[in-house]
């Protein structure tokens, strides 16, 4: 459990002038623009460029963003105090290995690796080099918003269905690592454990790079996860149920609405508390740089839930 909860040490850096921090962007796809724009918004921050080995798509978003382009990682990371990693998946360890190794913090789009060695040789080496290192699993910030991770009671089971349209966006992995990886970042968090055993089967796409999976987690102390994640649907789902012994909790993502039954104090305002995750998660970032605050989502627990997303891949070619 030491790895669930604990927090990177904030990091001061004296050399940042002004405490204007200087970042730029690997990847220059739909994330890339996202980030891009929050970095842009932040008061604190300078988006230096944008880095892509497709030049043409690097000018473009650069252009659009008023920033510089790049195609040589080396070059923009001379040129930056951070980075943040938007790359196609299975480029995210070699891309924010290459910028911890040359110093630089990193904020890197779920999930943290496509492997779970090379998770953890982040986690290594930002250590090691003293730099932030945070994953990018923003959606933690809509349960803080709705008040979940302050439920004193543990959940005793979880339901997550996660299905969308056909996508080549996020098909360089697993559905597990694309999609799935995001509600088991939130049941380990409700759970406050790890689990123990797993089931899973795959329902669409290649053995070694499924479309569809379910998949079931048993969790140490008590509690079941069932999942549901899929890129080959015909329409979109995202729905969450929590069962507590005392009630349940059951949330509609698309329409931003849950029902509390019987009442455990949650925000139905959450979307309006927190409309930006994406913009809070970079303001996180900057501030953990700043040595301001820990570090807001650890890169122990996105190589977590790397571990985790791996082993379910794993247990559907059993």
């Known amino acids: 459990m030491a790895a669930l909860l604990s927090h990177q040490k904030a990091i001061h850096v004296s050399d940042i002038?002004?405490?204007?921090?200087?970042?730029?962007?690997?990847?220059?796809?739909?994330?890339?623009?996202?980030?891009a724009n929050k970095i842009k918004a932040n008061s604190r921050a300078t988006l230096v460029g944008i880095f892509d080995l497709n030049a043409e798509r690097a000018e473009a978003l650069a252009g659009e963003m008023g920033t510089q382009s790049y195609t040589d990682l080396s070059a923009i990371l001379a040129d930056v105090d951070a980075l943040v990693v938007a790359t196609p998946a299975i480029a995210h360890g070699g891309v924010a290995r290459a910028a911890i190794d040359a110093g630089k913090h990193c904020l890197v789009e779920k999930p943290l690796a496509a492997t779970s060695a090379d998770a953890e040789i982040l986690c290594q080496h930002a250590a090691q080099?003293?730099?932030?290192l945070q994953a990018g699993h923003?959606?933690?910030?809509?349960?803080?918003?709705?008040?979940?991770?302050?439920v004193a009671e543990r959940p005793t089971f979880l339901e997550a269905t996660r299905v969308g349209l056909p996508?080549?966006?996020?098909?360089?992995?697993?559905?597990t690592l694309d999609l799935m990886v995001h509600d088991i970042d939130l049941a380990r968090l409700l759970f406050r454990?790890?689990?123990?055993?797993?089931?899973?089967?795959?329902?669409?796409?290649?053995?070694?790079?499924?479309?569809?999976?379910?998949?079931?987690?048993?969790?140490?102390?008590?509690?079941?996860?069932?999942?549901?994640?899929?890129?080959?649907?015909?329409?979109?789902?995202?729905?969450?149920?929590i069962g507590y012994v005392e009630g349940e909790v059951a949330i509609d993502f698309i329409a931003k609405s849950f029902?509390?039954?019987?009442?455990?104090g949650l925000h139905p305002d959450f979307a309006t508390?927190?409309?930006?995750?994406?913009?809070?998660a970079t303001a996180?970032?900057?501030?953990?740089?700043?040595?301001?605050?820990?570090?807001?989502?650890?890169?122990?627990d996105g190589a977590a839930a790397v571990r985790i997303a791996e082993a379910i891949d794993k247990a559907t070619r059993a």
Do not use: C
């Open 193 to 241: 454990a790890e689990p123990i055993a797993i089931k899973a089967t795959r329902l669409a796409g290649k053995p070694e790079n499924p479309d569809a999976v379910e998949a079931v987690l048993t969790f140490d102390g008590g509690g079941e996860a069932r999942f549901l994640a899929s890129r080959a649907a015909e329409e979109r789902d995202r729905r969450m149920t």
């Open 129 to 132: 080099r003293g730099v932030v």
């Open 259 to 264: 029902i509390d039954e019987p009442n455990f």
């Open 138 to 150: 923003q959606e933690r910030y809509i349960f803080t918003a709705m008040g979940l991770f302050e």
């Open 273 to 280: 508390r927190i409309p930006d995750p994406m913009g809070a």
């Open 167 to 175: 996508s080549i966006r996020g098909a360089d992995v697993s559905v």
């Open 17 to 35: 002038s002004q405490k204007q921090v200087r970042i730029g962007v690997a990847g220059a796809g739909v994330f890339g623009r996202n980030h």
């Open 284 to 300: 996180d970032f900057i501030a953990a740089i700043l040595g301001e605050k820990p570090v807001a989502i650890s890169a122990a």
